[in-house]
């Protein structure tokens, strides 16, 4: 089984190639080069000019072409509203015509799920902008990570008062890019620890390998029916209901 992992949603786009739970190759705007051309990071409007080149260096450096991927897993969300419409975008227009099936998985468990050396209370935190945080809460136990809190999008303080709700007076890692942004108010609360290493897989690694269990169970999502997990509306969705 082979399968390619697609993060848009986050700051920095990445893809991976994942064969039955090993990974293969990863690619990123800020690691990704050939002989040729060296894609350096970019904003999060300019995934759309990174992301294909990407996957073609993903094919390059492992042999594989399109025909020899059993799925594709695409972190669908919350995020950048931007870069998950290019990330299902890119995703269609692969896939358009084949019958390479397509699982979309959430953002904030994939990068919780990118944790392979603490076992505890892990809140995953994005920054949404506008003083706002996308965060969920999980529990990871060895190789095994449960769902604590749906995703959600609410400051910063109020995710921190609902982490300690279910603390009791553990630690909790946070992770994600929210977990850098707002560094001086999570670490003024008492059982905090933030993510430092950078030696884990990629999200979209991540997202390849969470996905494999679903493609093997045929439980895949309806490539025409999936769209991006917004959790909040978008600023032009908000003016048009204020406007009724």
Do not use: W
């Not at 190639?17 to 050939?34: A, H, I, P, Q």
């Not at 260096?57 to 972190?75: K, M, N």
């Not at 892990?122 to 990570?145: H, M, P, Q, S």
């Amino acid at each position: 089984m082979r399968v390619i992992g697609i993060d848009t949603a986050s700051a920095t786009a990445s893809v991976a190639l994942v064969e039955n739970g090993l990974l293969l190759s990863e690619k990123t705007d800020l690691r990704c080069e050939s002989a040729s051309n060296v894609i350096r990071r970019s904003s999060i409007s300019n995934h759309a000019e990174t992301i294909l080149p990407l996957i073609e260096l993903l094919f390059e450096s492992t042999g594989v072409s399109l025909q020899d991927i059993t799925g594709f897993a695409l972190s669908i969300g919350p995020g950048s509203f931007t870069g998950l419409r290019i990330g299902l975008s890119t995703v269609k227009g692969l896939v358009y015509g084949s019958q390479i099936p397509v699982v979309g998985m959430s953002t904030l468990f994939a990068h919780a799920a990118r944790v392979t050396d603490y076992d505890g209370l892990i809140c995953a935190l994005l920054d949404a902008r506008k003083n706002e945080v996308y965060a969920a809460l999980f529990r990871k136990t060895g190789d095994v990570i449960n769902r604590v809190t749906e995703d959600t999008v609410a400051s910063a303080a109020n995710v921190i008062a609902t982490v300690r709700e279910f603390q009791r007076g553990a630690l909790c890692l946070f992770v994600g890019d929210g977990a850098a942004v707002y560094k001086d108010l999570l670490l003024d609360s008492p059982g905090v620890r933030l993510l430092e290493t950078i030696n884990y897989p990629s999200v979209a690694a991540t997202v390849a390998r969470l996905a494999e269990d679903r493609f093997r169970a045929n439980r895949v999502d309806d490539l025409g029916a999936l769209t991006p997990a917004y959790v909040r509306p978008s600023e032009a969705e908000f003016k048009r209901g204020s406007s009724l």
